[in-house]
């Protein structure tokens, strides 16, 4: 262990600093961040464990579950703020094993281990921490060797199978891990044996899952929303006179209702897919239906408002969106009260004692609001992380289209928010480390990604020796 560590030094003490900072959390806003909604429909599902009907999937509940003997909240958090610095300890990992210098692997680390955003979600009970662990440790477990073996692949796809049951916007993960595998194969000219192995991982879990959820809501599927929320996408740009849609999906043109995000269409009370019999949830098939024939009329459009509310994560000073949200600087003096409700007092009974309002404590609260606007990811130094990630594609293909599909992912399917950005900027510093690997070009066609090489370790390095003795 010493020996590690004296090898390793600089980043030893990021992570000395980094258990630092979240311990200043857990002191500074006992007991932990409970969202009304998000928060207690997590919390009642890991109590009576089964596939809810709208928007939250098994997941994040099972593992709330799981940490239900602990009987506190604050525990829970204090083992996501574990699992968040766990996640930078695995972007390390595979940065330095991939051969990328000390000083890049080091600063790929920085922005998930210090940000504000990520000190707030991993004391948050919410399922954005487990989700961004899943995706890093999926992607670690996909690049550690440059010969993906069948125990890899099989491991991969359970990963990101269970990551898209925390979070439904995983299943475009499983494509782009698909299509870059493919690829990779096919210019190899290997088997695809591995890719058959990574797939069957992958959609086996979620198959049952939408079995167990069609017994209890009558439909093969994972989510009920996917449908609204596509619809919601659909309302900043769409035109009925150019759609033309068919009478039983004409009730959900606009209406007039306004808001100034496409997520607001969801929850609006006055918006189209709300004032349908049953609701918006009930109309799911309907509701998507529409969205289709809306963007096949009108793709233009859709590209541009997806790029338009995409770009909102690359600017200097982050911009609310909608309004009523707190985009980052999230750390403030203040109690948050719970609503005096009976499902509260059943999951303090049942679940956590601790249940309750989330206050600040100073000096820590103090420290930590001043401490947020240093330690802020500023948008364009995203947006710079991102290039340098796409500089070197045959090196960083599979982080870099990962970490594209977790930002621009869920602005196509919904809207942008500022919380939705944080799972893309572990992975996207990551391919912008593997980028800074300097290796002779000669090799460079060798590195496919990082994986699926067609030789052995060894005879890689011959080669290299050879290339640099000539």
Known sequence: MLSLLSRHRPFAVIIALALLVRAAVVLGYPPARLYWGDSFSYLDIALDLRPEPT????????????????????????????????????????ARRRSAPAWAANAATLPGLFGEGFLRLEH??????????????????????TDLGHRAALAAGVLLAYATLVRTIGVLLIGVVIVVLTVALLLRRRGLRPLLTFAAAATLPLACY????????????????????????????????????????????PNGTVTDAASEYVWHPESAVNLLPGGAFANNDRARGFALR???????????????????????????????????????????????????????????????????????????????????????????????????????????????????GPVAVLDFDHRYVLPAIPVACLAAALAAVRRPTQLAFTEMSGFIASRKPSQDVARLKAVKGA
């Open 210 to 253: 939408a079995a167990w959820y069609g017994t209890h809501h009558g439909r093969f599927a994972v989510s009920g929303a996917d449908g609204v929320m596509l619809w919601a996408r659909t309302m900043t740009f769409a035109d009925c006179a150019k759609i033309r849609p068919p009478a039983d999906l004409a009730a959900l043109c």
């Open 124 to 145: 948050a009970i919410l399922a954005d921490t487990l989700f961004v662990f899943l995706i890093v440790a999926a992607l670690a477990v996909v690049l550690w060797r």
């Open 294 to 408: 809306a963007i096949a009329a009108q793709p233009l459009d859709y590209l541009w408002h997806v790029a338009k509310d995409t770009s909102i994560a690359f600017r200097w000073t982050p911009e609310p969106h909608p309004d009523r949200t707190t985009p980052a600087f999230g750390f403030a003096h203040g109690r948050w009260d719970l609503p005096g409700v009976p499902l509260v007092e059943r999951l303090r009974r049942d679940y956590a004692p601790d249940i309750g309002a989330m206050r600040s404590v100073s000096p820590y609260a103090d420290l930590l609001i001043a401490y947020q606007y240093a330690a802020h990811l500023r948008g364009p130094v995203l947006l710079a992380v991102l290039v340098a990630g796409a500089l070197r594609p045959r090196r960083t293909l599979l982080p870099w289209a990962a970490a594209m599909t977790l930002l621009v």
């Open 55 to 94: 928007l939250r999937p098994v997941g994040y509940p099972l593992f709330l579950r799981a940490l239900a003997p602990l009987h506190s909240v604050a525990a829970v958090a204090v083992v996501q703020h574990l699992i968040g610095v766990a996640t930078g300890v695995l972007v390390y990992a595979v």
